[in-house]
């Protein structure tokens, strides 16, 4: 299973992150790319996307094989949803830790947004 299929069945899967992020049935509000629809009907919300390493570039000596992007969007407090994301990747075997979260506010739409870089291993 890929990357991009193990992230999105995770998040998608776990009742607590549904309700923190107001899914419906016809939206569980995780994305690979951020919705084109209204920010109104999207928000709180996930996006994700995964940057592997090119072989010829990976150093033989370490096992990171890529960078995971997680991106979360909401209008009020995220933290509740950045701590349950971050639960559920430890669960998964290819997480390597959290090396860099950013929290970002977007001015024009007025959202919080939290930035995570997660190394990846044997992805």
């Known amino acids: 299973?890929?990357?991009?299929?193990?992230?999105?069945?995770?998040?998608e899967s776990d009742?607590?992150?549904q309700v923190y992020l107001k899914s419906t049935e016809?939206?569980?509000?995780?994305f690979f790319h951020y919705p084109q629809s209204?920010?109104?009907?999207?928000?709180p919300c996930i996006t994700y996307y995964?940057?592997?390493?090119?072989?010829?570039?990976?150093d033989p000596l370490t096992t990171k094989d890529g960078i995971?992007?997680?991106?979360?969007?909401?209008?009020?407090?995220?933290?509740?949803?950045?701590?349950?994301?971050?639960?559920?990747?430890?669960t998964l075997s290819?997480?390597?830790?959290?090396?860099q979260s950013i929290d970002l506010f977007e001015n024009d739409t007025q959202i919080y947004h939290k930035h995570l870089q997660i190394d990846v291993i044997g992805g």
């Open 26 to 30: 016809t939206n569980k509000k995780v």
């Open 50 to 58: 995964f940057v592997e390493t090119p072989r010829d570039y990976k």
């Open 15 to 17: 009742a607590i992150l």
């Open 68 to 90: 995971l992007y997680i991106d979360i969007w909401s209008k009020n407090n995220l933290n509740d949803i950045y701590d349950r994301v971050l639960y559920l990747l430890t």
């Open 38 to 43: 209204s920010i109104e009907e999207n928000v």
């Open 1 to 11: 299973m890929s990357i991009y299929s193990q992230i999105k069945t995770l998040l």
């Open 94 to 99: 290819f997480y390597n830790g959290l090396s």
